[in-house]
């Protein structure tokens, strides 16, 4: 995924651009704002061009400058939205609700019975440590 800069970057160069493309020219000439008023917009107000550009979801922040532009995205954003719901009520929910526990307790009684050791070597692989602080020897 790009950076942060990388976002501001091509903000920056779409909207050096956006006067003098005759695209642009053509695609908002119809009903809404011109490309150079977009332009002068996204220029006078810099902290919601980096919003719209660094923003973490294109469904919901990509801009509607036309009527009915938008109509399509909206759609697509509810039908993921209501498959994620389904699989959220329908599967994980009731997986965490049952097996969830049993998992946990199984967890805890391999704890008990090693003394611990489980559970150590599993929070040291997730911090991220060495299994082992002595050096390797060599063979020969």
Do not use: C
């Amino acid at each position: 995924m790009p950076g942060l800069y990388a976002h501001m970057d091509v903000a920056r160069k779409a909207l050096s651009d956006l006067s003098g493309n005759k695209g642009a020219e053509a695609l908002f000439a119809e009903d809404g704002p011109s490309a150079a008023a977009l332009e002068a917009i996204a220029k006078a107000h810099p902290a919601y061009t980096a919003l719209g550009a660094i923003g973490p979801d294109m469904f919901f922040l990509l801009p509607d400058f036309k009527k009915g532009a938008a109509e399509g995205l909206w759609g697509a954003a509810q039908i993921i939205k209501d498959l994620y719901t389904w699989w959220d009520d329908n599967f994980l929910e009731p997986w965490e609700e049952t097996l969830g526990p049993i998992a946990m307790d199984n967890a805890d009684t391999l704890g008990a019975l090693t003394g611990g050791v489980t559970t150590g070597r599993s929070d040291a692989k997730a911090r991220g440590l060495p299994r082992s602080s002595r050096p390797v020897p060599e063979r020969n």
